[in-house]
């Protein structure tokens, strides 16, 4: 696990990438609060030690980007005193977003259409105009929400925005915003390695290389979000006021309650 990464980890025994958010530092020399957002990926293997620890967390509210086929088929737990909600945070992007369950990597059409490009593509489409980035924009701004876990199938690509976007709001800079975004890898690339040797005896290179793309969080992929951010806005201030009314006074106000 990368530096980055160890006083954040949640060692959840059937939770991928399950992370604290807290410690990163914002530009007036605040950090974000330990116990006040998490990220991960599914919840639906959870296992009866998983619940126990999830109880200690000061979880209040666990909110899913995951679309309805996903939700149906591997539902979120419930959890007394939680409110889980889930808001689609993929909208029409054109493909079937990969699930943890992978089973898209047998189909070859799949890894031939869905490679870095594309993906580079959902990031940038992602942060604009989406109504589940602009209801957990609500939801952050009251305290009784918080601790908030957010997540979808693997905690990657609608999870890896939806962070930045909580990181950036909170006054965290690109640099470190990103760094929590690529520690996504410490948890993909045992499984994408494990994956390779079976994949290998069926795909060519080229969906080799697809299949790579879909694995892993690259830093192409959520410039592309600060980029269409900035093409649009010009700044984050702009962005988060017009997109979400998260005016400079909101903003201090959530900055006050979740930065220490």
């Given at each position: ?26 530009a ?17 293997k959870?296992?009866v ?8 967390l000061?979880?209040?509210t666990?909110?899913?980007?995951r679309d309805d086929?996903?939700?149906?088929t591997?539902p979120?737990?419930i ?24 089973k ?6 799949f890894l031939q ?11 940038a489409?992602?942060p604009?105009d ?16 918080l601790?908030?876990l ?11 925005v ?39 005896e069926?795909?060519?290179?080229e ?10 969080a ?15 806005y010009?700044?984050y201030?702009t ?15 959530l ?5 220490e």
């Open positions: 696990m990368s530096n980055v990464n160890e006083n954040r980890v949640l060692p959840l025994e059937q939770v991928v990438n399950f992370r604290d958010m807290g410690g990163y530092p914002t007036d020399g605040r950090k974000v609060k330990y116990g006040v957002f998490y990220r991960s990926g599914g919840l639906n959870m296992t030690a998983d619940h126990e620890l999830f109880k200690t000061g979880i209040k666990i909110f899913d980007y086929g996903e939700a149906e591997k979120d737990p959890f007394e005193n939680v409110h889980n909600e889930r808001i689609p945070a993929k909208g029409d992007v054109g493909f079937q977003m990969p699930t943890s369950s992978l898209e990597m047998d189909n070859r059409a259409t869905v490679n870095a490009d594309v993906f580079t593509k959902l990031y489409h992602l604009l989406n109504p589940s980035y602009k209801r957990l924009m609500d939801i952050i701004q009251d305290p009784e929400n601790g908030l957010h997540h979808c199938a693997v905690g990657k690509d609608r999870t890896g939806g962070g930045a976007l909580i990181l950036l709001a909170l006054g965290v800079d690109e640099e470190n915003v990103m760094k929590d975004y690529l520690v996504t890898n410490d948890y993909m690339q045992p499984v994408r390695d494990a994956m390779i040797p079976m994949l290998s069926h795909l060519n290179e969906q080799l290389q697809h299949f790579g793309d879909i694995m892993s690259k830093e192409q992929y959520l410039q592309a979000t600060f980029d269409a951010i900035n093409e649009r010009g700044n201030d962005f988060f006021e017009k997109e979400f009314g998260l005016t400079e006074e909101k903003r201090k106000t900055q006050a309650n979740c930065l």
